[in-house]
């Protein structure tokens, strides 16, 4: 009897990368001579939420650079940022949230299953909760969803853990 093989399809960011990459950011803000005197600070909130505030749009499109090179450094994909709207804030200064993107949401997660099953590759893919599962007999079949997913336009970082075979 044929072994079935599987593997996890996961968005996931490695929260302490980006803990450090924001920190290096405030250091490089805090000593860079073009923000001398500026109200410019990069906040994180350890979960989900990065607020950025700067003194006009300008500086914070620097702050957003400095904060996105670190964060490619670190080795976190800039897909799974979500910028919100620059929105003045207190004290004739502007602010922007950025939201990172943690799981597979439903509907990316649905578009992903259905181009699985509309490739007609020999395997099933179900959603859990915000990862996606996909099994098969086959692992040539897995290596052609990988590379069917990575093709893929999706707007979210995708990784694939959990490789097993029972």
Known sequence: ???DNSFDIV??????EVVNAVNQAVREIETRFDFKDSK????FDGKSEIILV????????????????????????????RYGKIEP???NTVR????????????????????????????????QGDQIRVSGKNRDDLQNV?????EMDLNIPVEFVNFRTF
């Open 54 to 81: 700067s003194d006009d749009d300008f500086k914070l499109r620097n702050v957003v650079d400095i904060l996105e090179s670190k964060l490619v450094k670190r080795g976190v994909n800039l897909k799974a940022l």
């Open 11 to 16: 968005s996931k960011v490695d929260l302490q």
């Open 146 to 150: 990988i590379k069917l997913i990575k």
């Open 96 to 127: 922007q949230n950025v939201t990172l993107v943690q799981g597979i949401e439903q509907d990316i997660a649905k578009k992903i299953v259905k181009a699985v099953k509309d490739s007609k590759i020999k395997v099933q893919a179900t959603i």
């Open 89 to 91: 804030a207190a004290g």
């Open 1 to 3: 009897m044929a072994k």
């Open 40 to 43: 410019s600070k990069i906040s």
